[in-house]
């Protein structure tokens, strides 16, 4: 998995907009939910946002609702995370992750029992105020 990003309109500010893709080689995303996490600075990674191989169910962080939006076009092999109204703490390296069950994406006690399938490498994201 390969995790970049673009930005919309330019620096990322306080109250910007950023997306992220997360786009596959090699095998076809068809048939895994796709998760974007996250971690900043001395914390521990964490969700932030799930989508399933049908795009029928999604799953945001508290923190993120309402701002986050995670969109997959499986034309492209690829999973977008559409980010507005960035806070400084949005600050982090964000993650791609690839797996054939929705649900351990979402849950981390599932993730400790089975690893994920697949994680792409991390994309700095940083938001300055």
């Known amino acids: 998995l390969m995790c970049s990003c673009s930005v919309w309109g330019g620096l990322v500010q306080v109250g910007g907009s950023l997306r992220l893709s997360c786009a596959a080689s090699?095998?076809?995303?068809?048939?895994?939910?796709i998760g974007w996490f996250r971690q900043a600075p001395g914390k521990e990674r964490g969700g932030v946002s799930v989508?399933?191989?049908?795009?029928?169910?999604?799953y945001y962080a508290d923190s993120v609702k309402g701002r986050f939006t995670i969109i997959r076009d499986n034309a492209k092999n690829t999973v977008y995370l559409q980010m507005k109204s960035l806070k400084p703490e949005d600050t982090a390296v964000y993650y791609c992750?690839?797996?054939?069950?929705?649900?351990?994406?979402?849950?981390?006690?599932?993730?400790?029992?089975?690893?994920?399938?697949?994680w792409g490498r991390g994309t700095q994201d940083t938001v300055s105020s």
């Open positions: 992750a690839a797996d054939r069950t929705y649900r351990r994406l979402v849950s981390p006690s599932d993730r400790e029992i089975t690893p994920v399938d697949y």
């Open positions: 090699g095998f076809t995303l068809d048939y895994y939910s």
């Open positions: 989508i399933s191989s049908s795009g029928g169910s999604t």
